[in-house]
T-cell receptor
Framework: SQQGEEDPQALSIQEGENATMNCSYK?????LQWYRQNSGRGLVHLIL?????REKHSGRLRVTLDTSKKSSSLLITASRAADTASYFC??????????FGTGTRLLVSP | DTEVTQTPKHLVMGMTNKKSLKCEQH?????MYWYKQKAKKPPELMFV???????INESVPSRFSPECPNSSLLNLHLHALQPEDSALYLC?????????????FGSGTRLTVV
């Protein structure tokens, strides 16, 4: 299966702290994406990193990709209560077959 | 317009009913998707349409029947569902080829089969 696995499954931190989530996958990929999902609603695309990129930034988000280890990490700096959500990595070989990882549930307490 | 709109938001149906889920986008995306998500699980790909043609069917049971009438609309027809089909059904759209923007998801239809 191409599905990625994320750890930790759940993460609880205080506002202002950094949150790091890790994703491992099994097959070669074209790109890796990160999505956020608030409590059973739709997913919001956060960032896409291509297989030939190693690091990417977007606002308070930093994503790294290590294709040799088949792993990626998502760092959220200076977290806020509004960052409370589930975070999923998603991988694809062809762009149209996006497969999601198991997800990390992040709780940011005020 | 940067949204994917799904209707209805909630649906309760009996096992003998026929119903349809609808999805609409006006971003010019030519790839559209159906995903199924059970509680506390990741979304699972069901179908992919590319240029209004079905390009991927992830071995979904025939009681789920997708349809793409035009480049803006995607339907999922439901018939003779089972209680285990109860889930959040998500529609998404994207450019056909790899772009920076990723997929745009709708808010989903929460389906309960009784």
């Amino acid at each position: 299966s191409q599905q990625g696995e994320e750890d930790p499954q759940a993460l609880s931190i205080q506002e202002g702290e950094n949150a790091t989530m890790n994703c491992s996958y099994k097959t070669s990929i074209n790109n890796l994406q990160w999505y956020r999902q608030n409590s059973g609603r739709g997913l919001v695309h956060l960032i896409l990193i291509r297989s030939n990129e190693r690091e990417k930034h977007s606002g308070r988000l930093r994503v790294t990709l290590d294709t040799s280890k088949k792993s990626s990490s998502l760092l959220i700096t200076a977290s806020r209560a509004a960052d409370t959500a589930s975070y999923f990595c998603a991988t694809s070989r062809g762009f149209q077959k996006l497969v999601f990882g198991t997800g990390t549930r992040l709780l940011v307490s005020p | 317009d940067t949204e994917v709109t799904q209707t209805p938001k909630h649906l309760v149906m009996g096992m003998t009913n026929k119903k349809s889920l609808k999805c609409e986008q006006h971003m010019g995306h030519r790839a559209m998707y159906w995903y199924k998500q059970k509680a506390k699980k990741p979304p699972e790909l069901m179908f992919v349409y590319s240029y209004e043609k079905l390009s991927i069917n992830e071995s979904v049971p025939s009681r789920f029947s997708p349809e793409c009438p035009n480049s803006s609309l995607l339907n999922l027809h439901l018939h003779a569902l089972q209680p285990e089909d109860s889930a959040l059904y998500l529609c998404a759209s994207s450019q056909v080829v790899d772009r920076v923007g990723g997929y745009t998801f709708g808010s989903g239809t929460r389906l309960t089969v009784v």
